[in-house]
Every structure is written in structure tokens, then in C-alpha cells.
């Protein structure tokens, strides 16, 4: 396939685009997180119950991923990422209608499964229609847009459910925002992996290619970057409501506003990276961000054990959010350019990040309630690991720079 100049209109487009798809994943999981309780009475269902959704939504996400990345590599994107996409919006109206919590489960697993599907597809369109400097760009764009969704969607689904009183409109949200993503895929997404460059083969094929990924150290390194650096920033998301609320008093609203001034740093750096790749090396941005967000990690972690003030800690966890910026998109790109077969590659990307957010929620609650250390040790650690990933694993001579 010939591959044209990313710029102006088709540009902007594509951003939005697979932004969506990669968003609808972390939108899907966290739009309802506040109407847990009224779900919990709405289907007389106990806590654990209720939260079996979310896991079941969370396992469907990695399991699609696994699955339709390395079929898009033997069948083609395009049908996929439409199919799937349907199919998700069918399971978010069967979510909607769900009667039991069981039923929901079961309908939100099938909704991860598909949502899955869009966001391994769009990054291998991604890879399929950009290389070198203009995907860093195009990963830069498209996954800022959608690192917006798992901070705005509580926030979003708090509103719904102030307006409505229900849980039930935000999978019918869900399954409108499938529908326009479809039509929209349908319009301006062609068969990006032609005939002659697809990797046909059955479960065996598939199988094999996930082991040549496991055996590429390199790989393997930005893929543990992906896992650690989510992991730490899903730790910071979990748990920055009640140690910055309990523990440091701040109001709702002043919370708030501090989540939005960290998420808007991310974004705002995520941006920026988009200019940076055209002057400096991927993999010298990404350790930037890798380095910066570990200082200021490690320094959190201190802070907090002395009783620092909560101006400094603030100020040192805006650095932390904020570097994500230079981290998952470039992190991203460098580990899909070492594969064959994007759409493996990016199951794997995809389904180890989701799998790092859910492994660290247990930490939190190690530390029992009324402290911020459980928080601040799982962002470190997080923080600490993703570097050590790519500065020993990751340590190869193949990169992308700029040109």
C-alpha cells in the first residue's frame, strides 16, 4: 500500500479516529465506577457482584486484544475493526437490558472482548500506514486523545447519572459511541495491510509469533515499559481520590481541579512530543519522560514519609502524570517497529497495559485506609520499573529516530 503524507485534514482525522477507538476501552471501564451503589440496589446484587463486571470487562478487553491482533494480520484490518465495533455496540445495549448482575458480567466481558479489538486494530492501522518519525507523531496524537478517557469518563458517568438517576444511559452512551465509531471507520478507514503483506496461518502461526515477541529482549523491554508505566499511572488514578481527600483534606472540588491540572499537563506533553520526535531520537524522549517521571516519583515517595506539605506533593505528582506524556506513545511505536506483524506486536502492547492496571489494585488496599504511602509506593514503582525496562532490556541500537 502506498503510503501518503500524514498532514492537514487526513491528519487530524486519523488522530480522532483511532484516538476513539484506543479510548473506548478505558471509557467502557470507568463510565459507571460512580453508579456502582445504585447498580449494586438496581439488581439487588452484592458488592462483589457489581465489581465482577468491571473484572469481566477488563478480561474481555485483554482476551479481544490477544485474539483479533494476530488475526487482523492474517485476514486485514478493516473488516475486523468494523466488525468488532458493531458487535460492541450490540453488547453495550444487552448491558443496558442487562437484568441480573450476572447477565451484565456476561455482556460486559463480550463488550471488553470487542472493545478490545478496536484499540489492538487501531494501533496496527496506525503501524500500518505510518513508519519511522510520522508514526511516532501519529502514536503521540492519537494515544494523548485517548489518555483523556480513563480521567474524564468518572467524571463524565457522575454527571449521567445526576441527570438521569440511573445506570443504564451510560451503556446506551457506550453503544451510540460504537455506532458513530463503526460509520466513521467505514468512511475514512481502507484495508490498510494488503493481500501480499498479511501472515496467514491458524492457531499455531499465532502462537509462534507471540514467542518470537517473547524472545525479543527488546521488545520485551518496551512492552514491560507500557505494563509498568500504566501500572503506575492506574495506581495514581485508584487511589489519588482518597489520599488527597482523606488524607490531605482537599474538597471534592478541589480534587478535582487537581485532576484536571495533572491530566492537562499529560495531554499538553503528549502534544509536544508530537513536535519533539521531529528533531530528537524516539527512544531519547522516552527515556526523558521515563527519567523525569521516576525523580519526581522517588521524591513523592520521600516527600510523603516526611510529612512534606501539600504543595510539594502536588507539585511532584504533577510531574509524574504529566511525563506520561513522553511515555506511551513512544514506548508504543519503538516496540511495534521490532515486529513483523503489527497487530501481534500490538496484542501483546495492549493487553500487558490493561493487565499492569489490574495487578496493581490489589497494593493499594496493603496499606490499609487513612494513607497516602500505598499510593505513592505503587506510582514509584511503577515509575521505577518502566525505566529499568527500557534502559536494560530495551538497550538495543535499533530505534527510531528522527530524520
Do not use: K
Not at 520521600?302 to 506539605?309: E, I, M, N, P, T
Amino acid at each position: 500500500m502506498t503510503r501518503h503524507p500524514l498532514t492537514g485534514r487526513r491528519l487530524a482525522v486519523l488522530t480522532l479516529l483511532l484516538g476513539g477507538f484506543t479510548a473506548f476501552g478505558p471509557l467502557s471501564m470507568d463510565l459507571y465506577l460512580p453508579a456502582f451503589p445504585g447498580l449494586a440496589d438496581d439488581l439487588a446484587a452484592s458488592q462483589a457482584a457489581v465489581q465482577l463486571t468491571l473484572t469481566a470487562d477488563v478480561v474481555g478487553l485483554v482476551v479481544g486484544q490477544l485474539v483479533l491482533g494476530p488475526l487482523s494480520d492474517a485476514r486485514g484490518r478493516r473488516r475486523l475493526l468494523i466488525g468488532s465495533t458493531l458487535v460492541c455496540a450490540l453488547a453495550s445495549v444487552l448491558c443496558a437490558l442487562a437484568p441480573t448482575a450476572g447477565w451484565l458480567a456476561a455482556w460486559r466481558f463480550l463488550q471488553g472482548a470487542s472493545g478490545g479489538g478496536g484499540i489492538v486494530l487501531a494501533r496496527a492501522v496506525a503501524a500500518d500506514i505510518a513508519s519511522g518519525v510520522e508514526a511516532a507523531r501519529l502514536f503521540s496524537l492519537f494515544m494523548t486523545v485517548s489518555s483523556v478517557a480513563p480521567i474524564i469518563a468518572p467524571v463524565l458517568g457522575g454527571a449521567l447519572l445526576a441527570a438521569t438517576g440511573s445506570w443504564r444511559p451510560m451503556f446506551w452512551l457506550l453503544a451510540v459511541t460504537s455506532l458513530v465509531l463503526a460509520a466513521a471507520a467505514w468512511r475514512a478507514i481502507p484495508e490498510t495491510l494488503p493481500a501480499d503483506r498479511r501472515q496467514p496461518g491458524g492457531l499455531r502461526r499465532t502462537g509462534r509469533a507471540f514467542v518470537d515477541l517473547a524472545r525479543d529482549r527488546v521488545f520485551a523491554g518496551y512492552a514491560l515499559t507500557v505494563a509498568f508505566a500504566y501500572a503506575s499511572l492506574f495506581g495514581y488514578i485508584s487511589g489519588s481520590s482518597f489520599a488527597l481527600q482523606d488524607v490531605y483534606g482537599l474538597s471534592a472540588t478541589q480534587f478535582s481541579i487537581v485532576f484536571a491540572a495533572n491530566a492537562a499537563g499529560m495531554i499538553a506533553l503528549g502534544l509536544l512530543n508530537a513536535r519533539l520526535v521531529r528533531r530528537h531520537a524516539v527512544r531519547r524522549l522516552l527515556v526523558a519522560g521515563l527519567a523525569s517521571s521516576t525523580v519526581a516519583a522517588v521524591a513523592l515517595v520521600g516527600a510523603v514519609l516526611v510529612g512534606s506539605d501539600l504543595p510539594a506533593v502536588l507539585v511532584l505528582l504533577f510531574v509524574v502524570v504529566a511525563s506520561r506524556g513522553l511515555v506511551s506513545a513512544n514506548a508504543t511505536v519503538l516496540g511495534v517497529a521490532r515486529a513483523r506483524a503489527a497487530g501481534s506486536a500490538s496484542a501483546v502492547l495492549g493487553a500487558l497495559m490493561f493487565a499492569g492496571g489490574v495487578l496493581v489494585t490489589p497494593l493499594l488496599a496493603l496499606g490499609g485506609e487513612g494513607s497516602a504511602v500505598p499510593m505513592v509506593l505503587v506510582v514509584a514503582g511503577g515509575a521505577v520499573a518502566a525505566l529499568l525496562a527500557t534502559t536494560l532490556l530495551a538497550r538495543e541500537r535499533a530505534q527510531v529516530a528522527a530524520s
